[in-house]
């Protein structure tokens, strides 16, 4: 079993429409959680920190539930621009600080 | 904005050739990266340098990928020899403090073809 696993999609959606992942993990023991986005043949670049009371940055909403070990992010009013591949990452409890990434969710939004 | 700069961009190379890729990191950041990523999936840590040292390779390997950073500014990730299944990209990240909340900064990468 993966790590930090992830449905890959394709998600395909309309322009405005709200559309959510979500990613799991197996390590109880992760302590800080990420999203990067990574356009087609791209580098990955964060996208938003996630914490356990969840937080927003614009159209983007990330949540943390500990208990199920579980990570979501929600787009809302989509734009053709938010087309890429999302990448769910756990942080390791090691003092390296390995970040473990899920193998990215794609989403294409539709005129 | 400082980046972290990779080369070369794209290598094509045949099975059993020596291939170099070379990564140097935005100035400053302590903490080093090359991660692997095969189409379809997420980057994998191959290594980690805390400067000049080796802190995590657990994945990486070792008969036939060697990684060094001698000066502990930029690095080199060598495969020797090359196989069909190494085809993918290599990405060169940085940070400054792994023990803190904090951001990796990818470089370009370079896409292998082993033929």
């Known amino acids: 079993r993966k790590e930090v696993e992830q449905d890959p999609g394709p998600f395909n959606v309309p322009e405005g429409a709200t559309v959510a992942f979500n990613c799991t993990y197996s390590?109880?023991?992760?302590?800080?959680f990420f999203w990067y986005r990574q356009d087609c043949r791209k580098e990955p670049k964060l996208l938003m920190s996630?914490?356990?009371s969840g937080n927003e940055d614009g159209r983007f909403t990330a949540q943390l539930n500990r208990a199920s070990q579980y990570i979501s992010l929600l787009i809302r009013d989509s734009k053709l621009s938010d087309s890429a591949t999302y990448l769910c990452?756990?942080?390791?409890?090691?003092?390296?600080?390995?970040?473990?990434f899920g193998q990215g969710t794609t989403l294409q939004v539709k005129p | 904005e400082a980046e972290v700069a990779q080369s070369p961009r794209y290598k094509i190379t045949e099975k059993s050739q020596a291939v170099a890729f070379w990564c140097d990191p935005i100035?400053?950041?302590?903490?080093l990266y090359w991660y692997r990523q095969i189409l379809g999936q997420g980057p994998e840590l191959l290594v980690q340098f805390q400067d000049e040292s080796v802190v995590d390779d657990s994945q990486l390997p070792k008969d036939r990928f060697s990684a060094e950073r001698l000066k502990g500014v930029d690095s080199t990730l060598k495969i020797q020899p090359a196989e069909l299944g190494d085809s993918a990209m290599y990405l060169c990240a940085s940070s400054t403090n792994p023990g803190t909340v904090y951001e990796q900064y990818f470089g370009p990468g370079t896409r292998l073809t082993v033929t």
């Open positions: 100035s400053g950041h302590a903490t």
């Open positions: 990452v756990a942080k390791s409890s090691s003092n390296t600080g390995k970040l473990i």
């Open positions: 996630v914490y356990s």
């Open positions: 390590n109880s023991a992760s302590q800080s």
